[in-house]
Every structure is written in structure tokens, then in C-alpha cells.
């Protein structure tokens, strides 16, 4: 079964990088079709899906966070990774890692029920 596990500073300054690592389990990051993907939540609000890298090395975002967020992989360690710049206090949310692609990634609103595997999720708080 394909575990996934998020990790990474839990506090970040503002203006700096948000830097978070997903680690996959009980499943490769490369298998042929997948997406994973990076949400967050932030507090009182409801899913925001961020991107997603395709098993190929493509990546997808939400307009939104387009100019201010990279995901890339490290094939070898099964782990896929997020960078979103420039943070600031309203970047403060629980950051979750999945496998899946939401249907609506123009809004980057998005469903828990969109993805088949979740991670346990992490708080990040923006703060100086």
C-alpha cells in the first residue's frame, strides 16, 4: 500500500522559502500515470490543491501560486518536493502531499475524495 510522508521546518520567516519534502512508500513516484500533488489548508479555509509532477517529470500549478511555487523530484530517494517563495503569513497552513490530480486545477479548489493516497499533513506557520 503507498504510504506518503510530508517533512520540513514547521516554521518559516516571512519572505523566505517554504521548503517541504513528501516521502513515498509502497509505491514509486515514477509508476506510469500517477500525479502527485501538494494541498494545503489553510486555517478556517477549505483544500487548496498547489501543483502536481507527473510520473514523467511534468509539472502542473495552480495559476494562483504558479510565480511563486516549484515542484520537483528526487527519483532516487522516492520523494517529491515543494518550494513556494516569497512567503507571508497567509501562506500559514497544513501542507499535505497525495497521489492524485483534481479536476478543477484552473481554481485549485479541490476534494479529499480527488486523491487515492494522503499524507498525514504538516503545519507550517509563517512568522517572524
Known amino acids: 500500500q503507498v504510504q506518503l510522508q510530508e517533512s520540513g521546518p514547521g516554521l518559516v520567516k516571512p519572505s523566505q522559502t517554504l521548503s517541504l519534502t513528501c516521502t513515498v512508500s509502497g509505491g514509486s513516484i515514477t509508476t506510469r500515470n500517477y500525479y502527485w500533488s501538494w494541498i494545503r489548508q489553510p486555517p478556517g479555509k477549505g483544500l487548496e490543491w498547489m501543483g502536481a509532477?507527473?510520473?514523467?517529470?511534468?509539472?502542473a500549478y495552480n495559476p494562483a501560486l504558479k510565480s511563486r511555487t516549484s515542484i520537483s523530484r528526487v527519483t532516487a530517494l522516492n520523494r517529491f518536493t515543494l518550494q513556494l517563495s516569497s512567503v507571508t503569513p497567509e501562506d500559514t497552513a497544513v501542507y499535505y502531499c497525495a497521489r492524485g490530480l483534481p479536476r478543477d486545477i484552473a481554481t485549485g479548489e479541490t476534494t479529499r475524495s480527488e486523491y487515492r493516497y494522503w499524507g498525514q499533513g504538516t503545519q507550517v506557520t509563517v512568522s517572524s
Open positions: 509532477i507527473h510520473y514523467s517529470g511534468s509539472t
